[in-house]
């Protein structure tokens, strides 16, 4: 099936989306890669704080190339999800709705995303020229002297992406 889903993602919506489903976004989601998950965490730990509100919202695994003149943002591809499992279980229980990465995921992962009512979800490797014309916007909020790690919230139309965890246990990958 395909569904236009204009964020944020609630848990009744997720409910519906099975693996193999194709989704295409607009709202905001946010950014994060390996340095600014441990960064978080290590936030998380300190003060319980995080630099967005993670309930009901999604992070794209991405690091955006340097944009071009006119442009909001560079390539825009994803990256693997793997990098960021050993935080993961940890901001689906605080709320988060969803993930965009490419990649398998942990078991421990996966458990969390049924348990929470979430969906992880997949875009298209090498495909991140043509994944940042669906940027419409992009600011960073965090962590800025991580440079292309840095936390963003982008404001997306038409970002397409396919279902490969679902939250009754389905794993595309094991398709």
Do not use: Q, W
């Not at 989601?29 to 998950?37: E, G, K, N, V, W």
């Not at 995080?50 to 994803?78: E, H, Q, T, W």
């Amino acid at each position: 099936m395909e569904y236009r889903i204009d964020l944020p993602l609630t848990k009744e919506y997720a409910e519906k989306l099975r693996i193999g489903d194709k989704v295409i976004f607009t709202g905001t989601i946010f950014t994060a890669r390996d340095a600014a998950h441990k960064r978080m965490d290590e936030s998380l730990d300190k003060d319980g704080t995080l630099p967005f509100d993670i309930k009901g919202n999604i992070i794209y695994y991405m690091g955006p190339s340097p944009a071009r003149p006119g442009r909001v943002i560079g390539s825009a591809g994803p990256t693997t999800a793997s990098r960021m499992d050993k935080y993961t279980p940890r901001l689906l229980d605080l709320g988060m709705a969803g993930m965009i990465g490419k990649g398998k995921r942990t078991p421990e992962v996966l458990d969390a995303v049924v348990r929470n009512k979430a969906v992880y979800f997949a875009a298209i490797g090498g495909a991140g020229a043509l994944l940042s014309k669906c940027i419409k916007s992009s600011e960073v909020i965090a962590y800025d002297d991580l440079g292309t790690e840095a936390v963003r919230k982008l404001y997306v139309e038409d970002f397409p992406c396919i279902v490969v965890a679902d939250t009754a246990g389905g794993n595309l990958y094991d398709r």
